[in-house]
């Protein structure tokens, strides 16, 4: 089975502070993704990646960056975080191409900004 | 631009009834379409994808989905159910020709809740 795998599950950081949250899959797939999910609002897409040392922006990238060092590990960071960030995030992934298009979520991380 | 209805906020289903979980999309070429589940406080497991082939797709824990070319839905449904089925439902389309170079675009979720 696919694992995908984040940091933490709760996080409380304060205003301005610069957040990182790591994300892990072990299935060897190229595409990874960051979302985040608000009441109301669904999941909406912050960046992707669709190979290592790739990265996209999606439909909400302002206020965020990401890294791609290895092929296994998706990081998202909040150079400055606000009080607006405070949401759930959710990483997945999914391997390129084929007839799979399956995206696998991990249990996500739930981040407050004070 | 492409995208994917949940019309319903909630729905309330007796437990042993049958539920219904509506989706309607909007895309330019042949969908790929998705339903994903949330239990609180968890990632989304994917349940079931109409990729091509037979409109009624079964996936997992008993619930299945009907493509509807003609009136662009993908309904999910499941026969009977169950206490546990309370969560929180997306459907998701794949976007191939709009912004989002070809990935997921998620329906704003439907709350399914199932009393005894």
């Known amino acids: 089975d696919v694992k995908v795998t984040q940091s933490s599950r709760y996080l409380v950081k304060r205003t301005g502070e610069k957040v990182f949250l790591e994300c892990v899959q072990d299935?060897?797939?190229?595409?990874m993704f960051w979302y985040r999910q608000d009441p109301g609002l669904g999941l909406r897409l912050i960046y992707f990646?669709?190979?290592?040392?790739?990265?996209e922006k999606g439909d909400i990238p302002e206020g965020y960056s990401v890294s791609r060092e290895k092929k296994e590990r998706f990081s998202l960071i909040l150079e400055s975080a606000s009080t607006n960030q405070t949401s759930m995030y959710l990483c997945?992934?999914?391997?390129?191409?084929?007839?799979?298009?399956?995206?696998?979520f991990g249990p996500g991380t739930r981040l407050l900004v004070l | 631009a492409q995208s994917v209805a949940q019309p319903e906020d909630q729905v309330n289903v007796a437990e042993g009834n049958p539920l219904t979980v509506k989706c309607t999309y909007s895309?330019?070429?042949?969908?790929?379409l998705f339903w994903y589940v949330q239990y609180p406080n968890r990632g989304l497991q994917f349940l079931l994808k109409?990729?091509?082939?037979?409109?009624l797709v079964k996936g997992s824990y008993g619930f299945e989905a009907e493509f509807n070319k003609s009136q662009t839905s993908f309904h999910l449904k499941k026969p009977s159910a169950l206490v546990s089925d309370s969560a929180l439902y997306f459907c998701?389309?794949?976007?191939?020709?709009?912004?989002?170079?070809?990935?997921?675009?998620f329906g704003k979720g439907t709350k399914l809740s199932v009393k005894p």
């Open positions: 990646s669709y190979d290592v040392k790739m990265k």
């Open positions: 299935m060897d797939h190229e595409n």
């Open positions: 109409y990729i091509t082939g037979d409109n």
């Open positions: 998701a389309v794949r976007d191939f020709y709009g912004g989002s170079q070809g990935n997921l675009i």
């Open positions: 997945a992934s999914r391997e390129q191409g084929g007839i799979q298009e399956t995206q696998y």
């Open positions: 895309v330019s070429g042949n969908p790929y």
